[in-house]
């Protein structure tokens, strides 16, 4: 057996050893510097790492899913879309939508691409509000727009829709204008509180 050896070295008459770190302390302290370049290559070079508040929007998605499934048909008229475009909860599910089917032409944030500019007032397939989620369904410009009837759920098309709509006012740098400018949307109207059978007012 090896007797450990002193060192030449001496301090105020205090001598060493020489007993290196163990072969565990080197492997623990190299996986940590190369989890930080992982980490740091992950979350702040390649953009595809998460913040805390990717993380609660995904799970508000989640959330927003199990509830998608029993909120009923929504349908395409303006009462619908203007009351899910000031929806704040279902708009992170639609915006979740949006960044996977719809940035690559209209950017992450509606300024445009390869498609229109979605945050100004000019269109070229929509003249009311409910013509969103026909574009949408349906598709324009010879396919340029495709359409999503067949991948999107009817509720995710009327949405997606509210969605579009409010991007709208926004001015965000991008393409510039395309189509014409339209009237602004309507404004909501605050749902009248029912009344118990028997005590509504005579006229």
């Not at 057996?1 to 302290?29: K, R, T, V």
């Not at 909120?71 to 899910?84: F, P, R, V």
């Not at 995710?156 to 965000?172: D, I, P, S, T």
Request: glycine letters at 10%; a negative charge.
């Amino acid at each position: 057996m090896a007797h450990d050896q002193l060192l030449d070295h001496e301090y105020d008459g205090i001598q060493e050893y020489d007993n290196p770190c163990p072969g565990w302390w080197h492997a623990i302290f190299w996986l940590t510097v190369l989890f930080s370049a992982a980490y740091f290559l992950f979350f702040h070079v390649g953009g595809n790492g998460w913040t805390l508040a990717e993380a609660w929007n995904t799970a508000k998605t989640e959330d927003m899913k199990e509830r998608f499934s029993g909120m009923g048909e929504l349908h395409n008229n303006t009462a619908t879309i203007l009351k899910y475009k000031d929806d704040a909860e279902w708009m992170i599910y639609a915006n979740s939508v949006f960044l996977t089917n719809c940035q690559s032409c209209h950017g992450p944030d509606g300024g445009g691409v390869v498609g229109p500019n979605l945050t100004d007032d000019y269109y070229k397939n929509v003249k009311q509000i409910t013509d969103i989620a026909e574009v949408i369904k349906n598709g324009a410009a010879s396919g340029s727009m495709p359409a999503w009837r067949t991948r999107l759920h009817p509720n995710e098309v009327v949405l997606m829709a509210a969605y579009v709509a409010g991007l709208r006012g926004k001015n965000l740098k991008g393409r510039g204008p395309e189509g014409e400018q339209i009237p602004p949307w309507p404004k909501a109207v605050a749902e009248k509180p029912s009344l118990p059978p028997g005590k509504g007012s005579k006229e």
